[in-house]
């Protein structure tokens, strides 16, 4: 793309090639220093818009720019989305051949490329290098920076080699890209990429469009179809478990309730995998079930739930899970329900893995926040943010305890009288035999034990079980009851529990009440919209994502099928005011969709 002679400027890049209307903050910020040719560290939420940070100063700057991404499967897609926007961009990695690579090189020489995307392993290597000497390089972009961090989880050695782009290219302006802000991480990147000096842009973490909701695990089923059917008929969703087993149980069964549920994990050998993640990609409506094998490399704008049927084992965890939900920016959810058995399991599972006393101990607190996490009555939004260190000033009004808020109980008896009935037993008893014990149930075991005998047998029984079971579910979470981690879940007193055994301390438990949290308002809204013409225009998309071998969000966004439907543009001109159509895309597919739009509002059976 020459747009030199015009002199355009950042908007015009923004509206002539994207389609957008504004700039997102900071994106404009960035935009001027790096066009300028100053450095750049940029940490913006998921879904915040980092891609155009580097690709409109590639466009305004001189030269071809160097992108530096570690998930060489989404290259492919990148490419292709930039491809129809009318930008010359093109990849070097393994998946190349030798004669595809040699192409790209020349044309890279002759000037031929705006955008060149490259695996970190390759940007080192001699020939790499070579060729870098042999290009006007408008600046180097190293996405998921994060990957030079020897603290985060996703390390890459690769990464440390790109220290030399400073020591070699000084005058060419670098910038890095991350999602992952804690400070930590973010010193490591400024330090090993050398940006100590360049400008900082911090966008903050929130993904205001995502809504958390954590519930109590009681049928996870029913509960699962329940919200599947009730707020996701259609949409594409990633579904998380623990185990393989699982995994593969809940997607064989919800292929049965009619959903196109794909299994994904580390036991399935490599090919099913990447067919699965390529048709979760590319086709619509597919719900992935998967452990946390799942997740990097997946770059899909639309989905629209994530869902966890076991609790994630720390927040950074939950966090990221969860954020794989509408990067797009529509509105998402992020759908949690856990119980009493997830917090003994994992509590187990930690203190049997691998790691010395005080990795483990590490752990324990990290799940800890996880479990307040879980039982907290005040927003979820303020509470994950502060766990990162940023601060909300207001409630959300986009989590569950913001929308239907959460009544209390004073569980300042009921805490005594577990904690004693725990003391009394032994404290060897799981749940369950607790719980007889306390209702006054006269089982094999507890007569086999004589603890009918017990001044606390039978104490609780104006107390329903199942309101004992999430007694004893928040003990836990709070940490006044530790599980045995032998195996048989026997609960034991920790030392933080005396005050409340002594009823010093008062204590408040969540109610469990049947609480059905609001429907997330989905744009579309079949009631709002015409659900013919939306279906007629996504089978135009899909007919042309076919033709060009993409996925459909590559030829249109929802949002900008959506804008169709609500503005009905009748010819070019108000076609190409719409969110996301660009000069090229409005060349290109602007007829076809008009046409779709023309045969709707002419058609006989339209009032
Ligand atoms: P990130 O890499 O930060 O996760 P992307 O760069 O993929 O996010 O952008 C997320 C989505 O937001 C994309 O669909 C992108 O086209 C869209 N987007 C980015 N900037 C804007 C903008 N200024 N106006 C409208 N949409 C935007
Ligand atoms: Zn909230």
Known sequence: MNLSETHPNAHDVLRRVFGYPDFRWPQLDIIDVVSQGGDALVIMPTGGGKSLCYQIPALLRDGCAIVVSPLIALMQDQVDALTQLGVRAAFLNSNLDAHGQTRVESAAINGDIDLLYVAPERLVQPRMLDLLDALDIALFAIDEAHCVSQWGHDFRADYLELAILEARYPS????????????????????????????????????????YRIAEKTNPRPQLLKFLTAEHRGDAGIIYCLSRKKVEDTASWLSDQGFTALP???????????????RFQREEGIIIVATIAFGMGIDKPDVRFVAHLDLPKNIEAYYQETGRAGRDGEPANAWLIY????????????????????????????????????????CRRQVLLAYFDEHLDTPCGNCDTCLEPVATWDGTEAAR????????????????????????????????????????????????????????????ARGFLAVDVGGFGGLRLEPSCR??????????????????????????????????????????????????????????????????????????????????VGARKLDKYGAGFLDVIEEYLTSPTIQ
């Open 339 to 378: 119980g009493l058995q997830d917090v003994i399991k994992l509590r187990q599972m930690l203190e049997s893995g691998d790691g010395d006393e005080t990795h483990k101990r590490q752990e324990q607190h990290r799940l800890n926040a996880m479990l307040g996490l879980c039982e907290v009555t005040s």
């Open 417 to 476: 009288q577990a904690l004693s009935a725990v003391y009394r037993t032994g404290q060897r008893f799981g749940v369950n035999h607790t719980i007889d014990v306390l209702c006054g149930k006269s089982t094999d075991r507890v007569r086999q034990f004589r603890h009918d005998g017990l001044n606390v047998f039978g104490i609780g029984a104006a107390v329903e079980p199942i309101r004992w079971r999430s007694v004893f579910r928040q003990l836990v």
């Open 499 to 580: 005050a409340v055994l002594r009823g010093d301390e008062a204590i408040q438990f969540r109610e469990e009440a049947k609480r059905t949290a609001r429907r997330l308002t989905k744009t579309p809204m079949p009631t709002e919209i015409d659900v013919g013409l939306w279906e007629a225009l996504r089978e135009r998309r899909r007919e042309l994502a076919e033709q060009q071998g993409v996925p459909p969000y590559v030829i249109f966004h929802d949002k900008t099928l959506q804008e169709m439907c609500a503005r009905l543009p009748r010819d070019l001109v108000a076609f190409g005011d719409l969110t996301g």
């Open 172 to 211: 060419v302006p670098r910038i890095a890209l991350t999602a992952t802000a804690d400070r930590r991480t973010r010193e490591e990147i400024a330090a090993r990429l050398g940006l100590d000096s360049a400008n900082h842009f911090i966008a903050g973490f929130d993904r205001p469009n995502i809504r």
């Open 264 to 278: 994904y994990h580390a036991g399935l050998d490599a090919r099913t995998r990447a067919h699965h993640q390529a």
